[in-house]
């Protein structure tokens, strides 16, 4: 298991956070990012928000912002925790 995996399963057991692995380069397939999903952003926000410096707050939203996709149900690959 790779320490982003790890890392991965961390932030799911200690903080509850979905997280997955995305490849980020075509390139360099060992590049990857660490991915929190849209539906741990309340729990991500009341992790971190206390500790953002007053520039920052525009970046980080207080309301999650929804798409407009045709199935807003949580997708069947996401794990639950």
Same mark, same amino acid.
């Given at each position: ?14 903080? @509850? ?10 390139? @360099? ?5 660490? *991915? ?20 920052? *707050? ?12 045709? @199935?807003?149900?949580?997708?069947? @690959?996401?794990?639950?925790?």
């Amino acid at each position: 298991m790779t320490d982003l995996q790890l890392l991965c399963e961390m932030l799911g057991r200690v903080f @509850n956070l979905i997280c997955l692995l995305k490849g980020t380069s075509e390139v @360099n397939p060992y590049t990857y990012e660490v *991915y929190i999903t849209g539906y741990s952003y309340e729990t991500l926000r009341s992790l971190v928000f206390l500790y953002f410096i007053p520039s920052l *707050y525009l970046k980080f939203p207080t309301v999650r912002s929804t798409t407009k996709r045709p @199935n807003k149900q949580r997708p069947d @690959n996401v794990p639950t925790t």
